[in-house]
T-cell receptor, first 113, second 111 residues
Framework: DTAVSQTPKYLVTQMGNDKSIKCEQN?????MYWYKQDSKKFLKIMFS???????INETVPNRFSPKSPDKAHLNLHINSLELGDSAVYFC????????????FGSGTRLTVV | SQQGEEDPQALSIQEGENATMNCSYK?????LQWYRQNSGRGLVHLIL?????REKHSGRLRVTLDTSKKSSSLLITASRAADTASYFC???????????FGTGTQLKVEL
């Protein structure tokens, strides 16, 4: 019954590898997001999709590529992982962009070694 | 878009006491949202207060909004150990802008 589910919950990988994080929401929301939370708890938006269309693309390295096969799914692929990519990545969804609250997934803790 | 700034950064209280957290922002908003994040978990939406509202309640939570001062406060009454978490405010400016978050107030409720 999880509203926004992310997999995997933990990801430990070596520098240079490519990895993907998957996100699915069953709320019928039309907008999905990826946020990155650093060690100081600062949450920074990375991408936002509305009905499969990319609408927000922050200053994020090209190594990060989101993909939305349908409005219930938003995946994040990261190429050539670097130490600085270590963080917790959150997927979220909402109806509209900010007129209603966001529902967050439980996060994916990525550790690059 | 703009980021809210929460104050204080950290707050420690005894169970049963009230906890007040403040949020300041810089430009006009459409609404302001408060979220809670328990350790190791995602953010949970608590309350959304629109720019034409001054106060909103949800259970033990009370949120106020003063658009003239560009500030909001979150009051948790009769706090419990389970309220220990980080609390974030997120002002939304509307117009399709993104929702941005600050670094939150870390609340610790001790038994």
């Amino acid at each position: 019954d999880t509203a926004v589910s992310q997999t995997p919950k933990y990801l430990v990988t070596q520098m240079g590898n490519d990895k993907s994080i998957k996100c699915e929401q069953n709320l019928g929301h039309d907008t999905m997001y990826w946020y990155k939370q650093d060690s100081k708890k600062f949450l920074k938006i990375m991408f936002s999709y509305n009905n499969k269309e990319l609408i927000i693309n922050e200053t994020v390295p090209n190594r990060f590529s989101p993909k939305s096969p349908d409005k219930a799914h938003l995946n994040l692929h990261i190429n050539s992982l670097e130490l600085g990519d270590s963080a917790v990545y959150f997927c979220a969804s909402s109806q509209g962009l900010g007129d209603y609250g966001y529902t967050f997934g439980s996060g994916t803790r990525l550790t690059v070694v | 878009s703009q980021q809210g700034e929460e104050d204080p950064q950290a707050l420690s209280i005894q169970e049963g006491e009230n906890a007040t957290m403040n949020c300041s922002y810089k430009t006009s908003i459409n609404n302001l949202q408060w979220y809670r994040q328990n350790s190791g978990r995602g953010l949970v939406h608590l309350i959304l207060i629109r720019s034409n509202e001054r106060e909103k309640h949800s259970g033990r939570l009370r949120v106020t909004l003063d658009t003239s001062k560009k500030s909001s406060s979150l009051l948790i009454t009769a706090s419990r150990a389970a309220d220990t978490a980080s609390y974030f405010c997120a002002p939304y400016t509307g117009g399709g802008n993104k929702l941005t978050f600050g670094t939150g107030t870390q609340l610790k409720v001790e038994l």
